[in-house]
């Protein structure tokens, strides 16, 4: 009679101590976000093109129109927090506004640090405002009465993205930034832009 007795008992009493595991493991599973959520909604690698026009520079009269560029990018999000590290390279051309002016491109080379800002939607969208700061470096020809000319120089810039991320893979997205073009003086230029990319 008493191992009868003392084997349900046991097995009540490692129950009762098995519960508070139990328990949190429950919780747990029940507060951990959905992979298939963060899988959809969180970026860790963009890369993708854009296309921006920038006016002419602030207060110049520039012989030449603002440019039109098509730039690839990368971008590595969720470095430190939700800070991440880019990099673009971008092709700009320019039309000449006066007769002794001719053809002009640039190419723009840049690295971008930023801050991403999200809020998820839907479980298959999320919106992300980035604000970032960014330098590089510009190499640039003209031509001037039948010359050719080449420049290069460095360029500052912020600016901030705004992207929505649909589904697993596709991120649509406009930018709009400031860039300090620093020539024999320091010249500003502003421009918005439109993205397209995939996330991986």
């Not at 993708?48 to 012989?63: I, K, R, T």
């Not at 098509?70 to 939700?82: A, C, D, N, S």
């Amino acid at each position: 009679m008493t191992p009868a007795v003392k084997f349900p008992g046991s097995a009540g009493i490692l129950s009762l101590h098995r519960l508070p595991i139990v328990t949190l493991v429950a919780i747990g599973l029940f507060l951990a976000p959905d992979p298939r959520l963060d899988a959809e909604t969180e970026r860790r690698n963009l890369a993708g093109f854009e296309l921006v026009m920038h006016l002419q520079p602030l207060a110049s009269q520039d012989p030449y129109s603002g440019p039109l560029g098509l730039g690839l990018f990368y971008e590595r999000h969720r470095l430190l927090g939700t800070m991440y590290l880019g990099g673009q390279v971008a092709y700009w051309g320019f039309y000449p506004l006066q007769d002794d002016f001719g053809q002009s491109s640039m190419i723009l080379g840049e690295l971008r640090l930023g801050y991403d800002f999200r809020f998820r939607i839907e479980r298959r969208f999320a919106l992300t405002v980035s604000p970032w700061l960014g330098g590089g470096w510009y190499w640039r020809r003209f031509v001037y009465v039948d010359d050719e000319y080449r420049a290069s120089r460095p360029v500052l810039g912020i600016g901030v993205e705004v992207d929505l991320s649909v589904g697993r893979h596709v991120l649509l997205g406009v930018t709009v930034d400031l860039k300090s073009l620093f020539e024999n003086q320091v010249r500003l230029t502003a421009g918005v832009g439109e993205r397209l990319g995939v996330l991986f």
